[in-house]
């Protein structure tokens, strides 16, 4: 008995040695992205990975900004594996040296990506697209006898004087309005600023932050704007007499960017974590949640959502898309110009 039992303790001090082990080989890939709901939709899209590949995944939550700030400030001793932002973030990282090379044996749905979703020269992709373009407040509209927008020169026209809501050019989707309205490219975002000053008599207000023009859209503060199809789709769902409309010169696609920081402290699992996220599982359930286009073929986008302004993966050229690294060089000069000639 004695000879038994002996055996039974050294089973059990075996065993708790096998899963002392297995919990100390357990990687945790640090993922900077933007809490609350992409948190949410990202703790549950990755929990089947998490589990076939013994690896917590860790998030910090942050703007775009925030996210390639802290990735910049750390870029000696990374604390991060994986950056998540948008085009001008993104290329704001990539300028300061902060990524590494995706590398195509680690995802092979990298090949699946459509081509504006890959970006900096293998650098960085797309884990969703939206489409920026204007909203209208359809009750709004249809009490005062108005016709709904078409152009972006909307955003300017003097029959929607007071009517109209504009962000600070900090946030992305108000930068690219003021690069429409001055003639489409990035050139011409003095044009857009121009056009703008012009019209400052009818602008209430410039909201200093998305989630403050979402905020005011909401309570019918003004009846036209600028922002992503999706976040229209979703606040109409919930009920706001809101509508998308791409514009009759085009719809600016927008991604959602990822990109695997340099000397990461996980770099081939972080790499994997990409790939996952490129998964045509992990894409449709992006869909499903975000009311956003997949970024790889083979995931069905609803007819419904295309119909509200969600790009088609499968004609991504009808959209206007960004060069980041074009545009960050005067971005801060030209915001700037804006605030100082708004002010006057």
Known sequence: MKSISNLGRAAVLGGALLFSNAALAQQTVVVASFGSLWQEVLEKALA?????????????????ADNVTRAIAAKDRPDVDVVMGEEMTFAQGLQAGIFTKLDPALIPNLAKAVGPAKMGDGTGVGVIMQSIGLFYHTANFQKAGLQPPTSWMDLVDRKLCHRVG???????????????????????????????????????????????????????DFDIGV?????????????????????????????????????????????????????????????????????????????????????????????IAIDGAQLLPDRARLTQQFVRAMAQ
């Open 48 to 64: 089947p990975f998490e589990k076939e590949n013994n690896v917590k995944v860790r998030f910090t939550a942050g703007s775009s």
């Open 166 to 220: 504009f962000m600070h050019p900090s946030v992305s989707f108000s930068y690219y309005a003021l690069m429409m309205l001055g003639g489409g490219k990035g050139a011409d975002i003095p044009k857009g600023i121009d056009k703008v000053v012009a019209f400052k008599d009818c602008i209430e207000t410039v909201d200093p932050s998305g989630a403050k023009h979402v905020e005011r859209a909401q309570l019918g």
């Open 227 to 319: 922002l992503a199809h999706q976040l229209v789709v979703s606040l109409a769902d919930r009920g706001a007499p809101l509508k998308f409309v791409t514009p009759k010169e085009g719809g600016i696609l927008q991604f959602t960017t990822m990109a695997v920081a340099k000397n990461s402290p996980n770099p081939t699992m972080a790499q994997k974590v990409v790939n996952e996220l490129l998964s045509e599982r992990v894409q449709a359930m992006f869909v499903e949640q975000f009311k956003a286009s997949p970024v790889v073929t083979g995931v069905p986008v609803p007819p419904a959502l295309i119909a509200a302004g969600a790009p088609n993966p499968a004609d991504v050229s009808k959209f």
